[in-house]
């Protein structure tokens, strides 16, 4: 997770200045227990729009461990210094936050500091949780605590000197830490206000889509959603500097969001499925309101394009010989699923790679991620799964094929793939 990775390489450098600062103002006191949870206090509605915004806050995606309870904590995000656990967040007494008042479970979720007062990693993304209202947090608070409780003690994070050193964290939080709700333009309609509130406070988009400086915060102005990276996955840019072959519309960003698919452009895979499947849960309304922001970061009157003519320009005639090996490899590991006349599967859906923005961005670790761990976890099962070929083609095949595939659709060819190739397989393979 090199996202981490550059938190906790910021976070040295942080530690190093506090340590000659002095923390003294940075301590934070505990909050006391409660004996029991005031169930009696939550409604219905509001444990049922608890478990929605939960939904579109991704809690599950990172509280919960492969083949873990949900929400019973313990997924491991490595990185170089050590790994960082997620906790247990379901409302057991002793090993989840059943003893958490509202108090304690606020100032967690606005402020990154836990119970009896300690700072948490921003792995967990509480610069963006701390932008949601005070009724959305009563509410996820009542879903929370009316789930099933979960008794398992989350491993310990243990990184590190320095940076283990968790008051450190209150120097970054300083800099980069901005609390207070989302605000509303008065320039602009409500459903804008809205995708803006879902998407900068419990949708986080920009925790994995902006990049981030030397401090591993994410960078402001121009950058907001300029594309940034998740799990050895390259998150593309939300903006109209995207890569994508056809410009987003309104209506790809609704059926993306609703369905994990869009027909002209392609499918949600590697972190951005689960993303994808929180967001597939939010109503109507919601996800038109989040295409209208992520709008106005585009040229919205762009000419949509013609998905058809483009996959006929980019795919028709072959611009190498025939023979060349990439295109053996593409017939002979990719064409029987990946085929330009989509009516012929009847197995999920089956992207077009011609218009997918992996294959035309600058970046190619989304285009080999892919090949090398297919797409085991699809955003919904309808949409179908695509097998690893880490086992089945190696680094040089990778790269030439990869490579005779943006020569065929008109894009320069990636330098250094096949080294970029076997950094990826190492790397996915250390989080296996
Ligand atoms: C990108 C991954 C990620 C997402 C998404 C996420 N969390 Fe976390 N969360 C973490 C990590 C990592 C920690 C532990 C940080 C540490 O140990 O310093 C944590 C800690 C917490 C804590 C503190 C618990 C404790 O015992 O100290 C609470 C409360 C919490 N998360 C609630 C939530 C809720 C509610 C959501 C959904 C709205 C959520 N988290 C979504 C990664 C995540
Ligand atoms: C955990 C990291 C993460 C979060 C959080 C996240 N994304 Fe993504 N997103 C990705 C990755 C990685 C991809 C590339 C997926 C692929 O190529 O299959 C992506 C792709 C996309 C795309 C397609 C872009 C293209 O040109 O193909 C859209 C649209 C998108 N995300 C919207 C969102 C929105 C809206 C949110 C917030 C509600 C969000 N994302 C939150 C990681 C994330
Ligand atoms: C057995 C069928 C099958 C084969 C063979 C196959 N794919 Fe896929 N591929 C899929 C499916 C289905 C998806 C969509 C998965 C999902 O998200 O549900 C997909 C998704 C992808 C994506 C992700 C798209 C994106 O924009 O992020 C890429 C890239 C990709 N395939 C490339 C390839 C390449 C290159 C090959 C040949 C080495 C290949 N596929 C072979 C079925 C297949």
């Not at 247990?88 to 402020?111: K, V």
């Amino acid at each position: 997770m090199r996202t981490f990775k550059k938190i906790l390489t910021g976070g040295a450098a942080l530690v190093a200045v506090l340590a000659v600062a002095g923390l003294a103002l940075t301590h934070q006191g505990e909050i006391a227990t409660q004996a029991s949870i005031p169930s009696a206090d939550f409604t219905p509605q509001q444990i049922a729009k608890g478990k929605l915004l939960a939904a579109m806050g991704d809690c599950a995606v990172c509280h919960t461990a492969a083949n873990g309870k949900t929400n019973a904590g313990g997924l491991a995000m490595p990185s170089p210094f050590g790994t960082i656990y997620t906790s247990n967040i379901t409302p057991d007494m002793q090993t989840g936050i059943g003893s958490w008042t509202y108090e304690a479970f606020e100032r967690a979720m606005r402020h990154g500091v836990d119970r009896e007062g300690q700072y948490l990693y921003p792995a967990f993304p509480y610069t963006a949780f701390s932008r949601v209202t005070d009724e959305d947090m009563k509410d996820l608070y009542a879903f929370l605590m009316s789930e099933p409780a979960v008794s398992n003690e989350a491993p310990k994070t243990a990184l590190n000197f320095p940076y283990n050193v968790r008051r450190g964290i209150a120097a970054w939080n300083w800099l980069n830490l901005k609390p207070g709700v989302v605000a509303d333009d008065a320039q602009q309609a409500p459903e804008w206000n809205r995708g803006a509130y879902l998407v900068e406070g419990l949708g986080h988009c920009s925790a994995c889509h902006t990049p981030r400086n030397g401090m591993a915060a994410e960078k402001t102005g121009e950058f907001h959603f300029a594309g940034g990276s998740a799990e050895g996955w390259d998150a593309p840019a939300l903006t109209s500097k995207s890569a994508s072959p056809l410009p987003w519309t309104k209506g790809d960003l609704v059926d993306y969001m609703k369905t994990g698919f869009s027909e002209r452009h392609s499918v949600a895979a590697g972190p951005m499925a689960p993303v994808a499947h929180g967001l597939s849960q939010q109503s109507d309304a919601d996800i038109d309101a989040i295409a209208t922001y992520l709008m106005s970061y585009r040229d919205a009157n762009a000419a949509p394009g013609d998905a058809k003519a483009l996959i006929e320009e980019k795919t028709a005639k072959p611009k190498l010989a025939l023979d060349t090996e990439g295109y053996r490899l593409y017939q002979g590991a990719c064409m029987a699923c990946h085929r330009a006349d989509p009516s012929a599967s009847t197995f999920g859906v089956r992207p077009q790679l011609a218009l997918s923005t992996s294959l035309h961005s600058a970046s190619p670790d989304n285009a080999i991620m892919a090949v090398l761990e297919g797409v085991q976890n699809p955003a919904h099962a309808d949409l179908g799964t695509m097998p690893a070929f880490r086992h089945a083609l190696s680094d040089a095949q990778i790269a030439t094929l990869l490579n005779t595939m943006r020569m065929q659709y008109g894009v320069d060819a990636w330098k250094d793939l096949p080294a970029k190739v076997g950094q990826l397989r190492k790397q996915s393979q250390a989080q296996h």
